[in-house]
Structure formats: structure tokens, C-alpha cells
């Protein structure tokens, strides 16, 4: 892993957006023949290569880690003074036009520890190559505006790796005298070297058709170990639904005779969008009652879905560069969320959406590592698989979706499509489908792209109760970022409407209001009772917003807001107010929030996903985020004091609401998710509550569970409290599940979410568990990275848990610096808390910081950190 080490003499130079040129060569073809083998693997590469442009430029391909073994130029070997290394890069002078180089190298999956490039997985070999591992495979001009044609031959131990799989369709296969094998596959469509794949292994298929809608059968198939394929229904079925969904929705159909899907249990990501070939890490793939939560079983049909529609938004049109990201992600993710939607309850999913937008991209947007969605440098793109690329990504073709309409949307992503299909596209050339399609002008709107900072709303209502007119002032205004210290307005599309506060009635319909300048009034005539706001319904916009409301008003839309997403907010907003005012007095009024619980709780009209969903308190970091220093210790208390009161004083409606959300049998439907979801959260309450039977409440819950979600829940519950059931459920869990690393894993990262006092010791105790080790994401993640978002624990006044974060975080980059640069940004954030903190935590990242060889992924996070 040379590549990933930084040379203290020669710090590494950004990357700009603005330097973009086209390829000077460019490779229509590719051939590539693997001899596998774990411990050395023989890569032979043929690339048919045409000059792009009229320039006397060399071939320059990209190679991380390789050493050419031979090097061919027109089909003569041994033309060694026409090709020089410089740096990592294979350098070839051509003359001519085209021209065909050929190219031999060495790697060793097994000591491949990064996951990119060609690595070993539980004894299986696969691939990852976004955004720049095709480079540690073979010398190629790694970038994703270079589309070939790919042939691949693979040869291997047939006992070993009885499956060979690649891109495209399979073209020929046969034995050889050695105990070897050998496959071809033919990928007919261009592609980026990103989305090239390859898996060979001992799996089992789990296999269906699809015919599409212009009858085309398409084999489907989900590769795992034999041991995990009583577990890939569910996501063969959310395979078989993704692909009609993107015919009804886009008129989107599948390419190729077979769609392939692998699992496997070492993987930095989520999955990877591959041509036809699929790689999923497994928690997104596997999945039956007994191991998997409904959480579980939803991200699994998300991801499927999303690495699916990829097909079209990634691959058939793909970006020109990796400040493009978006393009393929930001649509992609809105594209699943829309999938999604369509499965179950759209509000509940909504909520869920923005849930996750305000805990990991606000903070994003509101620290150190701010960027727009379409970044204009960077040092390792590694580092941009953010929230915001992806989730923020989302809710600007989400805002384009609400301005134009569901079928003026649809006219330009159907124009996007065809233009640009097979060919490597920019942000621009998606914004200006948008516009041709539909003759509309977005280019005050295109400011999403170029400015980071989540934009703050001031909505303020007024109304003279005599004239009956109401007035709403409202004012944007989008904070510095680093590097953008002065914006301008936004296009911000806010659904309003308002609701007379006596008789409860709406005045007048939905409003869809664009705010593009700094400030606007708008004026409501004949309004003959004081109103009430509902703004920025369905998360219209992904903004905060302030108003001027009263808790009244609050509780008032909390209980009869017609938008569900504003009925949850009101709620959300009413608690909030209540924490940051006990923060900040040391004790509260909890009496309108109680009440509010109270109604939404009793109402019998709304789904149960729905009110668990809606009586939830925002999470410590979410109340952190609001204030100007964050003091995690009185936040944690003001939050457990409501949470006792709302136990207490509900007692009963918790029992009642536990009792009547108890299932029959396991099953996984909209309803049956909702019931265990209030299930657990009644049960939450009632530990809250201080009521002595808890302790055994949840272990009976725990040990006759028939699904996971409900016996994860009893133990979150037992884990964060004082009972000694506490000890025995995790054990019977850990001696259950051991054999499980995707169960284990929830067993890592349920104590490393507790909000007992003792979490810091017992995280670090666990970190030297025989089951636990870095190698694996999965397990880093469940422990070091969950360990970083419990902000109590990990802000422990004494400073251990950034000292042991640290410590991991720097062995971690030494074997994977894409999982650990990703785990980072909690420490960088050191500028929200006191004093005392900030310097702790200042010192854990000058410790990263003068780590020996750290990698260019750590170094950009931790630098930008401190700056
Ligand atoms: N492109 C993948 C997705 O979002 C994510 C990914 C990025 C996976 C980089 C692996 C490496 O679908
Ligand atoms: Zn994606």
C-alpha cells in the first residue's frame, strides 16, 4: 500500500474541478485475462487505444502499487524504451493513432487489506474499484470519462473457486488438465473502469427470471456462501420489484441476459453498482426473521434498489468526473427513496429520511468538512462518499421534482436519458434536461450545486386581528463554509399552509411558495382567527427553519396538521424547544410535550409506525446541534428528565400501547413493522419511567422474541439500564449469534450505542474481545464507529473515549484507509464543545496527525479538521 503513504517532503496537491481536460487517449477496448490466485495473481491486459485530439502527448496509465512485468506496444514485447514509470503511473510514447499496449503485472489479493482492487473475502476472491481501484489491478487511465469494451478471461483452482463471474454475459467456459478452469464474459456496453468486476468463489445461487416489459428474460441470480442462501429471498424479491418499479416510474428497463448480485462480509461500502454484476456487502443482502431487524430487511430493498437503478442513472450514463458524483448519486438515492415510498408508509419514510439528513449531513454542512454537492477539489475522492454528495444530493432533484411536478420531472429525466446515454455526463448536462424538457429557467437554482451550508429560514407570522389580513415575513440566509465565507440566496420551495388556531379548520389550500431572494413577505386576506404556520411541509426544502410559533401552536399542529411530515415536525420542534430550555435552566416544563405524546398516542386513526416515529425525542447530537456549545452531560440529563416524565405520567398509555402492539407470529408487513416498532419504543418508556418490573419486561420480551426486532429492542432496552438481566441477555446473545458476524456485529455496537455511565471502559474492554478486529469494516464500524456517535460516551469528560478513538483510528488507516478517514469527522468537530474538550480533542488529532505513513485519505480529514 505504498500509494496510500504520504511522503512528508511532498505534501499532496488538491485536485480542482476547474482543471478539467478531456483524455488524450482514449481505449475503446479492453482485454483482460487473470490467472487467480490468492497469493499471486497474473493480470494480462490489451488495450486498444486511440489518440483523442490533435496533441503529441504520451499514453499515461494509471497504476497504484504495480510493477510491469512486460510491457507490449503494437504486438511487439520488449519495447522498453518507449515505456518509463514515472511515479506509480506507466508512461508509453505512440506515434500514431491507434495503437494497442499490452501490459503484465503481479498483485496479491490475499495481503490486500484496503478492499479496493482485487482482495480476498472469506476465502473468496472479488473485486471494488470505485472510485480508483482498477488502477491496483492493471495500468489503465483510471478515470471515469474513459469508456471501453470489456472482454475478461479468468483462470483458477476449479475446487477453489468453482464460480467465475464478470460484467456482461457469460461467452464460454471449459476445464483444463491441472485441476484449473477457465471463464470468458463479454460486457457489450462501454463503461468506466469503476464498474469493472470480477468474482470468483465457492458460492451457491439463488436464482429467478424476469421477463421485462418489451419481453426480455433476464436471469437473476444472488451468489452467497451455501450457508447464507436460505437467507437471500427477501432480496431477490426487492431485486425482481426495483426493476419493474424503474419501468412504471422512469420507463427504465434492464440490458443484459443477467443480472448478478454477490455477497460478501468484507467490504468498505454499501454495494457497488458494477455492470451486471453486483457486490454487495452482505448485511445488505442477508436477511431472515431470526437475525435481521425490519430495519434491516428496509435497507436491504433500499440498497438493492439503488445499486439497480444504477443501471441507468451510473452506467448507461455515468460522470465525467468525480466532482460529478452527484450526478450518479444524489439521483440514484432519490431514485431508492422514491422506491421505497411506494413499499410502505411514504410519511414514515420520509421521516426516516430526514431523520438521517439531520444526523449526519446538517453537522457535515455545519463543520469543517462543508462542501457543495458538487465539490470544486479535493485531495482523495475517497473522502466524498458523503451525506451530503448522496442525501443532500437527493433533496435538490427532490426540490427540481416538487417545482416542476411529477410529470415536467419525469419529461426531463427521460430527455437526460436519451441524450446522454452512453456517454459520461455532468451535473450541468442534468439541470439543463431539466430546463429544455420543460422551458423553465433554473439558473438562480443551480446555486445548489456550487454552495454548502444548510440555509436557515426565519418564517415570521403576523396578524392583525381586526383587518383580518396575516402577514408572513420570511428571510434566508446561508451560513459561511470553509472556503465560501459570503452566499447568495437560494431557490428554496417551501410548502406552507395555515390552520385557524380555534376552530382547527386549514384557511385556504397548500401553497407552494419558491423563496429566491433574501427576504419576501406574503400577505393572507380575510383570515378572521388567529392562524397558525405549517411550513416547509413534506421537508419541502432541506432547510431549518425558525418561526415565531408558540409551544401552543406546536402541540396544536403536533395533533392536526393534515401533512404528516408537519404534524411529526411540530412535534419534533415542540421538544426541542423544551430540551434546549432545560439544557440551558437545568430544569423544564415538560407538561405540553407530555401532552402532545399523549393525544398523538391515543389517537387511533394513525398508523403505530407513525406515532412511534412521532414520540421519539430528538437524539443528544440533534439537541447538541442546536446549541452554541454543546455540554453532552446536561444534555443527556435534560433528555433522560423528559423521558422519565413522558414515562411516568403515560405510564398506562405505555403499557396499553405494549399490549395492543403485540404480534402474532412473525411476519414482515407495513402493519406487523409498525407494532414491533411502537413495541419497543412503549418498552423504551416504560424503562424511562423507573417502573421496577422493566428489567424483567424486556427479558421476557428478549427471550421470547421469534424475530430480531423485537429481541434487539428488549436488549437495547437492558443495556442501557441498571438491571442485572442486563449481563445474562448478553451473554445468551453472544453464545446464540457467535457464529454470526452480522449479528455479532449488533452485539458490538449495542454496547457501544449504551448511554450507561461505564460504556467508555466496557468499549474499550470489548476492543480487545477475541471477535473483534479491525480487518473487518463491518466489525470497525459496529464498535469504533457506533462508539463515535454516542455523544455522551465518546465526549466522557475525561477524555478517554477521543484518546482510544484515536489509538483505533490510527490503526485502522494502516490496514483500510477509506473505513477509518470515514469514521473520523466526530473528533473534527471539536470546535461545538468547552475548553476543556476542545483541547482533548485538538491532541487526538495532532496524535493521527503525526502518525507515521498516514494516508492521504486520513490526512485530508484530519487536516481540514484542524484548520
Ligand atoms: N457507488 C456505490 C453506491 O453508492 C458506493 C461505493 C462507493 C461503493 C465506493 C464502494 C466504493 O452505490
Ligand atoms: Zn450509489
Known sequence: MADALRSPDQPPAPILRSDYRAPDWQVSEIALDFDLDPARTVVRAKLHVTRNGDHDRPLRLDGDGLQPLSVGIDGVAGSNDRWRMDGDALVVDLDGKAHVVETEVAIAPERNTQLMGLYASGGNLCTQCEAEGFRRITFFPDRPDVLARYSVRMTADKARFPVLLANGDPIAHGDLEDGCHWAEWHDPFPKPSYLFALVAGDLVANRATFVTASGREVQLAIWVREKDLAKTDHALDALKTSMAWDERVYGREYDLDVFNIVAVDDFNFGAMENKGLNIFNSRYILADPDTATDHDYDAIAAVVAHEYFHNWSGNRVTCRDWFQLSLKEGFTVFRDQGFSADQGSAAVKRIEDVRSLRAAQFPEDAGPLAHPIRPDSYLEISNFYTATIYNKGAEV?????????????????????????????????????????????????????????????????????????????????????????????????????????????????????????????????????????????????????????????????????????????????????????????????????????????????????????????????????????????????????????????????????????????????PEAKGKRRLKTVALGYLAASGAPDIGELAFAQFEQADNMTDRQGALMTLVNGPWDQRVAALDIFYNRYRDNPLVLDKWFSTQALSTRDDTPERVEELAGHRDFTLANPNRARALVGAFGVNQRAFHAADGRGYRFFAQQLIALDRLNPQTAAKMMPPLGRWRRFDPARQQAMRAALEQILASPGLSKDMLEQVSKSLA
Open 397 to 669: 432533484v427532490r426540490m427540481l421534482h416538487t417545482i416542476l411536478g411529477p410529470q415536467r420531472f419525469r419529461a426531463g429525466t427521460d430527455l437526460y436519458f436519451d441524450r446522454f446515454d452512453g456517454t459520461a455526463a455532468t451535473c450541468e448536462d442534468f439541470v439543463a434536461s431539466m430546463e429544455e424538457a420543460n422551458g423553465v429557467d433554473l439558473a438562480q437554482f443551480r446555486r445548489w450545486y456550487s454552495q454548502a451550508g444548510t440555509p436557515r429560514v426565519t418564517a415570521t407570522l403576523e396578524h392583525e386581528p381586526g383587518g383580518g389580513t396575516a402577514t408572513l415575513h420570511l428571510a434566508q440566509a446561508v451560513p459561511p463554509t470553509p472556503g465560501q465565507p459570503h452566499k447568495l440566496p437560494m431557490v428554496l420551495p417551501l410548502k406552507l399552509r395555515l390552520f385557524g388556531g380555534n376552530t382547527g379548520r386549514p384557511l385556504g389550500d397548500e401553497q407552494l411558495v419558491l423563496l429566491s431572494d433574501a427576504e419576501a413577505t406574503l400577505r393572507f386576506e380575510a383570515v378572521t382567527e388567529r392562524p397558525v404556520l405549517s411550513i416547509n411541509r413534506g421537508f419541502s426544502a432541506p432547510v431549518i427553519v425558525d418561526t415565531n410559533r408558540t409551544p401552543a401552536d406546536l402541540a396544536f399542529l403536533s395533533g392536526h396538521d393534515d401533512d404528516p411530515f408537519a404534524r411529526y415536525e411540530a412535534m419534533q420542534q415542540l421538544m426541542l424547544d423544551t430540551l434546549v430550555a432545560s439544557v440551558a435552566s437545568g430544569r423544564g416544563d415538560h407538561g405540553a410535550v407530555v401532552d402532545a405524546v399523549r393525544e398523538t398516542l391515543r389517537n387511533p386513526e394513525l398508523d403505530r409506525a407513525f406515532v412511534a416515529e412521532a414520540v421519539l425525542l430528538p437524539s443528544d447530537n440533534f439537541i447538541g446541534d442546536q446549541l452554541p456549545i454543546v455540554d453532552p452531560d446536561a444534555i443527556f440529563r435534560a433528555r433522560e428528565a423528559l423521558r422519565r416524565d413522558i414515562g411516568r405520567a403515560l405510564e398506562r398509555d405505555w403499557r396499553q400501547a405494549y399490549e395492543d402492539t403485540r404480534n402474532g407470529a412473525f411476519e414482515y408487513s
